[in-house]
């Protein structure tokens, strides 16, 4: 589709097309007459579900000091059906924030504390003889709820993991020859520690894959430190729950329909094959440093991720502002660095700011009269106040 034909095409949500403009706001709209004071308009579903998560996020941060990045990705992991991984050294409020979080979404909640004595049916369960009975009874293991904190998962040997494959990729548990299937919605977050390298199993890069999102954890700022020291020296404030199950579900349904022009996705397929070869995209240099690039699964991230993180602000249309954002937590633990690479300390967030920076995005064209710019957005903490939306861009 061209540049240009798209402006024709209506929008799923509405039969208007995208090049016509508001009668008060187009350019070269004849005046009118001002109109008496009226009612705000209603808000739309987009904005009122983004009313709702910006509420949600609130109740988390009145518990979580600071990390606003990590408490977004988590609604966004939550809105996109995918899995989260958070590395932070300890004490940085990972386990914390994942409790804090299960709390105001509603639902299931369950800790699980990894260890190397770990085996698979302490986490999916087994088959128990009964002598009552005079035969066997499946007993399911605690990963049956809506939320599986997975503490220190790199800590569970091999076996462990294993098991956690299927589980995170079909949502299943296999138990004496019979499939389980998981509670809807079904989130897995695990938490990892960077430093330690004793008595730890590193993810191997299969499950790495599983998860839509790893998000580092970093130190509280100073200021941040002070209110951490201030909220919790006396009683630790609450988190109140705001969403459940069922609104989750529907919140999930609406950012699987926030509307991805083909530009957009264009970019996000350049932003991956990028990663694999680079040489084509201008970066010969990289060549050497990546081994093995993205897969598939973070083309389907990017774009699932991108939704929710529209509809977080109240959007029906992804911007290319909304893949620069989740391309570093979606992408960077999906590939693997050279040998020289990771002898000269390089990360893979720099490589994959480096691959942002030099592909180019497409650029929003904008009917007149917009209030806000592309890129802008209101911070996922903060009261949401209520605002007209606005038309969708073009891209050229």
């Known amino acids: 589709m061209g540049l240009r034909e798209w402006a024709t095409v209506p929008h799923p949500a509405t039969t208007r097309s995208l090049r016509v403009s508001s009668p008060s706001h187009g350019p070269g709209a004849p005046s009118a007459p001002p109109a008496a004071p009226t009612q705000p308009a209603p808000q739309n579903g987009n904005q009122q579900a983004s009313r709702l998560l910006g509420e949600a996020i609130s109740q988390v941060q009145r518990v979580i000091v600071g990390q606003e990045h990590m408490v977004e990705q988590l609604m966004v992991g939550l809105l996109a059906k995918g899995h989260i991984l958070l590395e932070g050294v300890p004490g940085v409020a990972k386990t914390l924030a994942v409790r804090s979080f299960a709390t105001v979404v509603g639902g299931d909640f369950a800790r699980i504390q990894f260890t190397p004595d770990l085996v698979p049916s302490d986490i999916v369960g087994t088959r128990i003889y009964k002598a009552s009975q005079e035969g066997f009874d499946v007993e399911l293991g605690p990963v049956f709820v809506n939320f599986v904190l997975a503490d220190e998962v790199n800590r569970a040997p091999a076996k462990v993991q294993a098991a956690m494959l299927e589980l995170m990729a079909e949502k299943q548990v296999s138990i004496g020859g019979r499939t389980y299937p998981m509670p809807e919605p079904f989130i897995v977050i695990a938490t990892q520690n960077p430093i330690e390298s004793e008595g730890v199993y590193p993810l191997p890069e299969a499950q790495r894959d599983r998860f839509l999102l790893k ?128 002898a000269d300390n390089i990360q893979p967030a720099q490589v994959i700011d480096r691959i942002i920076a030099m592909v180019p995005p497409p650029t929003p064209v904008w009917n007149g009269g917009q209030s806000q710019q592309p890129g802008q957005s209101q911070q996922p903490g903060g009261p949401r106040a209520p605002q007209r939306q606005a038309a969708q861009p073009d891209f050229s």
Do not use: W
């Not at 404030?237 to 022009?261: C, G, M, N, Y």
């Not at 973070?298 to 911007?319: F, P």
């Open 215 to 342: 998000v580092d954890v970093p130190y509280p700022r100073g200021n941040e430190e002070f209110e951490i020291l201030r909220r919790m020296s006396v009683q630790p404030p609450t988190s109140r729950p705001v969403l459940d199950p069922q609104k989750i579900l529907q919140l999930q349904k609406q950012a699987s329909e926030v509307f991805v022009h083909n530009l957009v996705a264009e970019y996000i397929v350049r932003l991956v094959l990028a990663t694999r070869t680079p040489a084509e995209f201008n970066l010969p240099d990289l060549t050497s440093v990546i081994q093995l690039g993205c897969s598939p699964r973070a083309t389907l991230g990017l774009v699932a991720a991108a939704r929710a993180l529209a509809l977080i602000h109240g959007r029906d249309y992804v911007l290319p502002t909304d893949v620069q954002s989740v391309a570093k937590d979606v992408m960077s633990h999906r590939i693997v660095l050279g040998f020289d690479a990771i």
